[in-house]
C-alpha cells in the first residue's frame, strides 16, 4: 500500500481535510501516512487527531510523524507539499509594505509583490525537498498545494527531475457556484457550520459539464454546459439579477468585457487586472465586502483548533465527508487505475499552444495507475492568452531571477505585474521592493542575504 508524506502538515485544517480525504477511499485506508512539520506543537496536534480518527473509524492506515522529512520520504510514493515560508509574520509583510505604496493585495499570494516575494522564500525551500526526493524517493508524485502555484511548478518543472503536479480547488470550486448562479439546485441534506465549510464539502450537481485551462487563478470556462447544452446563456442572464451580479462583480465584469468567466474570485482576479484595485473608490465599487486573507488566517485559526481539540479528546466526532480536493482522488486513481479527470498545473509541453513553452498552465489531466495526463488545449480566444500572458510575464522574470539570484529580475517581474504598474512610477516600484528586501531580510534564502 502507498506512502503518502505530507510536509507543513501543522497546516492543521487543510491537513485534516486531505486526511479525512484519503480515508474515504477504502483502498487507501491501509496506506502509511508520514506527517512532517518544523512546529512540533502543531505536529502533535495533527498527528493526535489522525491517531484519534484511525482509533474512531477503525482504519488499519499507519501513522508517522517527524520534525525532520527525511527521516520519512525513503521509499514514499506521494508528497504532497503544505508549507508557508516565513508563517504569518513574513505574509504580513507582503500585505502591508505594498498597501503603503497604494497596491491593496487582498490576498498577496499569487503575483504582484506578495506573490513574487513569497516565491522568493519558498522556491529554495520547496527545491531542498525536491533534492531529498531525488535522493530518497526519485519516483514519488510531488502534489503540490503551495503558493505562488505557477511560479513554483515552473521552478520544480525547470530546475528538477521530480514527477509534479499543483492543486488547487478553484475549478471545481468556481464550476459549483456557476452552477448555483444559474438556478441548479444541489441534493444535498448536509448543514453546513460556514461559507467557507459548505464551499468546500458541497457536491457538483451530475448535469454540470465544463472544459477549464489556462493558468492557476487565471483559468478560464471555455465550455460550460447544463443538461448537454451550452449554459453561456442562462449564465449572462443570471448576471443580470443584481443580487447574483453583487456576489461576484469582478468576474461578472470580466465576463462581459472578454467573453468568459474566469476561475479565481473576484477578490483574487481583481488583484490580477489593472482594473479594479487602482484607487480605495474602484476596490469599494467592485469589491465592496472588504476580504483580507492575511487578517483572516491571523484571527481565524482558534475556533478550528478548539474544535479539533474537542475531536482528540473524543467530545465531538470527526466527520467523515469528502471535499472537493484533488489530491486524494489522484492516489486512489494512480493505485486502483480508476480513471477520474482534474485539473492540474503542469508545464506546458504544448498543451496550450499560444502561452509560452515552458511556463506552467492548469488544464484538464487524466489520471490512471500509469499517472497524470494532461490534456491537449489548443489555442486559447487570443484576448484570454493576452490576459494570462501579462500574468505569466510576472512568473517568469521571478523563476529566473530566484533560480539565478538575479536581484535585478525580480524589480522587473514587479515591475511587470499588471496592478503595481497601473499605480506605481518605476521608482516608486524599485522603493517598495527596496524595502521589502530589507524588511523580509531573515525569512529569505542565505544565498540571497548578501544581495539585500
Known amino acids: 500500500m502507498p506512502k503518502i508524506v505530507i510536509i507543513g502538515a501543522g497546516s492543521v485544517v487543510f491537513a485534516q481535510k486531505l486526511i479525512v480525504d484519503i480515508m474515504t477511499f477504502p483502498?487507501?485506508?491501509?496506506?502509511?501516512?508520514?506527517?512532517?512539520?518544523?512546529?512540533?506543537?502543531?505536529?502533535?496536534?495533527?498527528?493526535?487527531?489522525?491517531?484519534k480518527l484511525k482509533k474512531q473509524e477503525c482504519f488499519p492506515i499507519s501513522i508517522e510523524a517527524?520534525?525532520?522529512?527525511?527521516?520519512?520520504?525513503?521509499?514514499?510514493?506521494?508528497?504532497?507539499?503544505?508549507?508557508?515560508?516565513?508563517?504569518?509574520?513574513?505574509?504580513?509583510?507582503?500585505?502591508?509594505?505594498?498597501?503603503?505604496?497604494?497596491?491593496d493585495?487582498?490576498?498577496g499570494d499569487t503575483l504582484g509583490p506578495?506573490?513574487?516575494?513569497?516565491?522568493?522564500?519558498?522556491?529554495?525551500?520547496?527545491?531542498?525537498?525536491?533534492?531529498?526526493?531525488?535522493?530518497?524517493?526519485?519516483?514519488?508524485?510531488?502534489?503540490?498545494?503551495?503558493n505562488p502555484m505557477a511560479i513554483l511548478c515552473w521552478a520544480i518543472n525547470k530546475a528538477t527531475h521530480i514527477k509534479s503536479v499543483g492543486l488547487c480547488h478553484s475549478v471545481q470550486g468556481t464550476a459549483r457556484q456557476l452552477a448555483e448562479y444559474i438556478g441548479v439546485k444541489v441534493?444535498?441534506?448536509?448543514?453546513?457550520?460556514?461559507?467557507?465549510?459548505?464551499?468546500?464539502?458541497k457536491p457538483m450537481p451530475a448535469d454540470i459539464d465544463y472544459w477549464v485551462a489556462g493558468i492557476n487563478h487565471q483559468a478560464w470556462f471555455l465550455q460550460f454546459r447544463y443538461r448537454g447544452e451550452d449554459a453561456y446563456p442562462l449564465l449572462r442572464k443570471a448576471m443580470e439579477d443584481p443580487h447574483i451580479y453583487s456576489q461576484d462583480?469582478?468576474?461578472?465584469?470580466i465576463m462581459r468585457h472578454f467573453g468568459y468567466f474566469v476561475t479565481e474570485s473576484s477578490h483574487h482576479m481583481s488583484e490580477y487586472v489593472p482594473y479594479f484595485r487602482k484607487n480605495p473608490d474602484l476596490v469599494t465599487k467592485y469589491i465592496p465586502r472588504r476580504w483580507d486573507y492575511y487578517e483572516i488566517c491571523r484571527a481565524g485559526l482558534a475556533p478550528y483548533l478548539e474544535k479539533i481539540q474537542r475531536q482528540i479528546r473524543g467530545e465531538e466526532p470527526i466527520e467523515?465527508?469528502?471535499?472537493?480536493?484533488?489530491?486524494?482522488?489522484?492516489i486512489n486513481a494512480m493505485e486502483t487505475g480508476e480513471v477520474t479527470r482534474i485539473n492540474g498545473n503542469v508545464a506546458n509541453t504544448g498543451l496550450i499552444t499560444n502561452l509560452p513553452y515552458g511556463c506552467c498552465v492548469e488544464v484538464?489531466?487524466?489520471?490512471d495507475r500509469l499517472g497524470i495526463h494532461p490534456c491537449f488545449v489548443g489555442d486559447l480566444p487570443p484576448q484570454l492568452a493576452a490576459i494570462n500572458r501579462t500574468n505569466i510575464n510576472v512568473q517568469e522574470l521571478a523563476v529566473e531571477g530566484i533560480l539565478q539570484q538575479r536581484k535585478e529580475y525580480i524589480y522587473e517581474a514587479i515591475a511587470l505585474d499588471p496592478l503595481t504598474s497601473a499605480i506605481l512610477t518605476l521608482d516608486e516600484i524599485r522603493s517598495m521592493v527596496d524595502e521589502m528586501f530589507e524588511a523580509e531580510r531573515e525569512y529569505l534564502p542565505e544565498g540571497w542575504k548578501f544581495l539585500v
Open 364 to 367: 484538464p489531466c487524466f489520471v
Open 320 to 330: 467523515i465527508r469528502r471535499s472537493l480536493e484533488y489530491g486524494a482522488y489522484i
Open 105 to 107: 493585495q487582498t490576498v
Open 114 to 146: 506578495g506573490g513574487v516575494f513569497r516565491a522568493l522564500r519558498t522556491v529554495p525551500v520547496l527545491l531542498e525537498i525536491c533534492r531529498d526526493m531525488e535522493d530518497l524517493c526519485p519516483n514519488a508524485l510531488l502534489i503540490n498545494y503551495t
Open 187 to 201: 441534493a444535498d441534506t448536509m448543514k453546513y457550520e460556514t461559507e467557507e465549510h459548505a464551499f468546500f464539502y
Open 249 to 253: 462583480i469582478v468576474r461578472f465584469e
Open 27 to 51: 483502498s487507501l485506508r491501509n496506506s502509511t501516512l508520514a506527517l512532517v512539520d518544523i512546529d512540533e506543537e502543531r505536529l502533535g496536534i495533527i498527528a493526535r487527531l489522525t491517531e
Open 66 to 103: 517527524a520534525t525532520d522529512r527525511r527521516k520519512v520520504l525513503k521509499d514514499a510514493d506521494y508528497v504532497i507539499n503544505m508549507i508557508q515560508v516565513g508563517g504569518l509574520e513574513a505574509y504580513r509583510l507582503d500585505v502591508e509594505i505594498p498597501r503603503k505604496y497604494g497596491i
